[in-house]
């Protein structure tokens, strides 16, 4: 997991990405104008709680939006090449081949009536232009390099025959069939046991070694976070709250939301402390363009100012930023 | 595999004892002596009285059922009352007309359905699913006699391109058959296609809502592949089930088709046999027609097996 260089161009440079939902009250943001990017070999993660847009923001990368939602983007770059112009034919050239994504439920996302051979050999036809046998063997060695036991016989059960682990391992080889840059992996242990998790995450942090691939790991869980990724997005009501390195986010974080974040993580591992200081108040729910900051209503440092102007993201400290109007400048660790 | 079709087959033994008793019953509760109509209204008591004797009308009903029984296990169904030709011959007569029929029917029943339900899916809620849905509510409505008459009263009696009625001479070219075919597999199957265009919009709308198409769309796959592969295949399952049970009115539905268009088949030969209180030819066809049912309930479930590897393996996913 090593950080990108500063001076190369970053592998995904997403800016100005929006995604709404048309209604009658007026557009409803699910994402909005969020920039992140992901440089080659590096993992990122972007956090945040259900509804937050990380999911969504995921979606419109691959230019896979639900039906109905429209997405903008001043630029959606991919080795300095803005997808968000493409043609359809163009996107499908680069999904599963570029860009791969494995999913939050292995049972779901699997197709319980093909098998798991088939699902691997697919993507296999459609970007490598491998078949037959060759794709076959090719499938069984994908599936052998996620660890999965007696990968020549897995190639032909089907996903109901496997344990969570499992398909979500063969989920995984599906997604690096064709060898992508980036991976986006879009909360993969979520739906799995927690030994597993472990399990998964390990096996995610091998293969992007391995295969030299940049990782997007969109998570709630922070615990993830703390050991995988070298730099963080915080996201929270279709909003980019705060960036940064991992190490200096999570030793001293600038935004109020992310400091309660990681406020409940703490003290999960603290023993000391008796009971939970949850954040209060609910996440903002799917609606019009706010104004003001979406984290104003729950938050403890707000002042009037926060209610009245959105925050622009502005820099903490050195590769950093956090969307408030009350943070202040990070110093640099000692 | 092998053993499952085996146990099936034995299942049915015990279904079709069932269906005989009750469809011996049911014809001998019902009004009417065979020997007085064979006969007419002329004849003597006498006479009527020395033919009960010679259809072996004078038993009393527990000897009859063993009597049919037995013979009937030697594929001996007697004779019809009514023309005395062998009943066996009659009935498979008109069944291979009626399976003709059904077929016919059948098919173009799934290929419509199938295919109008998987276009209204994919143009959901523009003009394209609109005039589908419409049209399938109006034929879903229709009877389908109602449409056979129709279909007459056009390409019969207007356009004179179809024959009205029959099913042609015997050894007659394939073509000409089929002429005699069109209208009443048309007017038998569109009720069915309407039912199956519904069906496989509403799968076809559930398969393409589900995480794994996403999956297959973030491979990178053509439409057609993930529609094709990822959607239609998944869809099918519910919609075969539907079509399997639907078989059955299918059947039903060509006792009505068949007498609208004077088609030889089994549904018209039950009804005249009915009325002529035929008692061998309407258990014949009636437990012939329980046989093709279940025949159908088992090939439905061998399909789905086929579709569907959770079925096939016996094992439920989680």
Known sequence: MTPSHPAEAPLLDVRGLSVAFPSPRGDLMAVDRVSLSVGRGETVALVGESGSGKSMSALAIMRLTPPGARMSADWLGLDGADMSKLGEREIRDIRGRRIAMVFQNPMSSLNAVLTIGRQITESLERHMGLHGRIARARAIELLAMVDVPAPGKLVDAYPHQLSGGMRQRAMIAMALAAGPELLIADEPTTALDVTIQAQIMELLGRLQREMRMAVLLIT???????????????????????YGQVDDVFRDPAQPYTIGLLDTVRQLSDE???????IPGQPPGLGPVLVGCAFAPRCRFVVDLCREETPPLRAMGRDRAAACHVAEPRAEPA | MGRYVLTRLLQFLPTLFIASVVVFLVI????GDPARIKLGPEATPEQVAIERTRLGLDEPLPVRYVIWLS?????????????????????????????????????????????????????????????????????LSLPSFVIGIVLILVFAVNLRWLPSSGAGRTGQALLDGLRYLIMPAVALGLPFAAVLTRFMRAAMIEALGQDHVLTARAKGLKPVTVVGRHAVRNALVPTITIAGISLGTLLAGAVVIETVFSYPGLGR?????????????????????????????????????????RIRTGRSGS
Not at chain 2, 98 to 110: N, P, Q, W, Y
Not at chain 2, 281 to 301: E, H, K, P, R
């Open chain 1, 272 to 278: 000391s402390t008796e009971s939970l200081i949850p």
């Open chain 2, 71 to 139: 013979d009937a296990v030697r594929l001996d169904l007697g004779r019809s009352f009514q023309s005395n030709l062998p009943v066996t011959d009659v009935v498979f007569d008109a069944f291979g007309y009626t399976v003709r029929l059904a077929l016919a029917a059948g098919a173009i029943a799934t290929t419509l359905g199938i295919s109008a339900g998987i276009l209204a899916a994919l143009f959901r809620g523009r003009s394209l699913d609109i005039v589908i849905s419409t049209m399938s509510a109006v034929l």
């Open chain 1, 220 to 242: 709630h869980d922070l615990g993830v976070v703390a050991g995988v990724a070298n730099r963080v997005y915080v996201m929270y009501g279709g909003r980019m709250f705060e």
């Open chain 2, 269 to 309: 030969l039950i009804v005249g046999a009915i009325f002529n209180r035929d008692y061998p030819i309407v258990q014949a066809g009636l437990i012939l027609a329980a046989v093709v049912l279940l025949g159908m309930s088992l090939l439905v479930d061998l399909m789905y097996g086929i579709l569907d590897p």
């Open chain 2, 28 to 31: 001998q509760a019902s009004p």
